[in-house]
């Protein structure tokens, strides 16, 4: 039978010279760049952290792959653009790979299969996949060389839709979608992922916020029980349990007020300022901002509600926010503290579309969960890098797809032979003065210590 590998194949001549092509180049890899995600991840320790909390059942005479090792070549290809476990087919015997996870490109065994990876992400139970999501939140809190002072934690959900049945999918009429709706938490002055938690395709409740974040807070203490958190979300976190669990436990909170008659009529005489003076001075827009105590009927004490109010050609709107903060300004507290978590939907949309953290395709939740996990590991590795790039570079606020083009998928020719391996890039990688400073800078001393 005929090689599909090797037979060629026919380009438009050039030159009035034949182009003929075929698969033989030999040891190629054309995800070069997962060298850089190995260093990162010897500097994070994350694949060593998750593999920790999860019990090895197997029988020791028959183990092949580590668990570790299974999880950086997971994570290596989720970062890599191979979100699903059936790419390493051809992908568990690809030289880079196998050097980033620590086997020789050639003589070494080949990089864990398809079903054992499969087995990985539906093996572990609840508990198993309750102290995942906690060993994030460690590795979250590890990043950081003393406890901070403050931390403002961005809180949202978004929609993971679904394509069967699978346990807690749910029909969203707001999305029109049968989906999960994840919550994702992220510090908002690194952009790290906090947690990442897979939930019925429904708004959550205050009850259910509340035990989210009454968790979460509790692993927080364990380590900086000094520290201020502040909770930002918008209006359907705005519920009564959720703001009395903030106040009993000292932690600050900001979040989307949904407006109510009453409450409109509280700022209506600053709304009719902000309009007649539209109409006065015939601008486009006029803003203004106002503030007033109000209680709505579940709540259990009166709350400071800040109004944002603008008028245009098209009519007057007015948007709400609640928060126990003092000392500051209705105009900071909405512009500058408020809106900020705006930026919260790019990093749930680098976790969801960039590292196709939706491709939560198992039947079991415990199973998607993990996968939700080994997706944020991903992106704090892709985080890693981006890190390390020099401020002054463009790459250094590039998204993660463009990163993923222009520095991991890069070709590259291993060659292994009895005393060292080389590693041929391509001589015009555009990135190349780039590729190699991450190189040395990844690989040096990690600037924190992991515990």
């Known amino acids: 039978m005929t090689d599909d590998t090797t037979a060629t194949f026919l380009f438009p001549a050039v030159g009035r010279k034949k182009i003929t092509a075929a698969f033989d180049g030999g040891r190629l890899s054309s995800d070069g760049g997962v060298l850089l995600l190995a260093q990162a991840e010897r500097r994070l320790g994350i694949a060593e952290r998750l593999a920790r909390v999860i019990p090895d059942r197997r029988d020791p005479e028959r183990i092949k792959h580590a668990i570790p090792d299974m999880i950086r070549a997971r994570i290596f290809a989720i970062a890599c653009g191979y979100e699903d476990c ?9 030289p880079a790979f196998k050097l980033a996870c620590g086997r020789l490109p050639e003589t070494g065994a080949d990089l864990a299969s398809q079903p054992t990876l499969s087995r990985l992400e539906n093996t572990p139970t609840i508990r198993d996949a309750i102290r995942l999501t906690y060993a994030l939140i460690d590795q979250w809190m590890a990043s950081y060389a003393t406890p901070p002072h403050g931390v403002v934690l961005d809180i949202d959900d978004t929609c993971d839709v679904v394509h069967g049945h699978q346990q807690l999918s749910l029909f969203n009429a707001h999305y029109d979608e049968r989906c999960f709706l994840p919550i994702h938490v992220y510090d908002t002055q690194t952009g790290r992922p906090v947690a990442v938690v897979l939930r019925p395709g429904k708004t959550p409740s205050g009850r259910e916020v509340q035990a989210y974040l009454r968790r979460l807070v509790r692993r927080i203490r364990t380590r900086w029980p000094t520290t201020q958190i502040t909770i930002r979300g918008d209006s359907h ?33 600053m709304a009719d300022a902000v309009r007649t003076q539209r109409a006065l001075e015939d ?15 579940s709540w259990s004490c009166e709350r400071r509600a800040v109004a944002r109010i603008e008028a245009t050609r098209l009519g007057l709107d007015i948007r709400f926010v609640v928060t126990n903060l003092i000392g500051t300004s209705p105009q900071i507290l909405y512009e500058s503290l408020y809106c900020a ?63 993923r083009l222009r520095l991991l998928k890069i070709a590259v020719r291993v060659q292994e032979s009895a005393s060292r391996i080389r590693l041929a890039y391509a001589s015009c990688c555009p990135e190349a003065d780039l590729f190699r400073r991450l190189a040395g800078a990844l690989a040096s001393r990690p600037r924190t210590a992991s515990p």
């Open 86 to 94: 059936n790419d390493f087919g051809p992908l568990r015997s690809d």
């Open 237 to 269: 976190y705005a519920r009564p349990e959720v703001m009395d669990f903030c106040e009993a436990n000292g932690l600050s909170y900001i979040f989307g007020l949904t407006g109510t008659r009453p409450l409109t009529a509280k700022v209506q005489d």
């Open 341 to 403: 978590r705006g930026q919260a939907e790019n990093w749930i949309k680098f976790h969801k579309t960039q590292l196709a953290s939706d491709r939560t395709s198992c039947r079991r939740v415990v199973a998607n969960q993990v996968r939700l996990v080994l997706h944020t590991a991903a992106y704090w590795l892709m985080l890693s890098v981006r890190d390390a790039i020099p401020t002054l570079r463009d790459l250094a606020r590039a998204e993660f797809a463009t990163l």
């Open 283 to 297: 601008c486009e827009v006029v803003r203004g901002f106002a503030e007033t105590k109000h209680r709505a009927g």
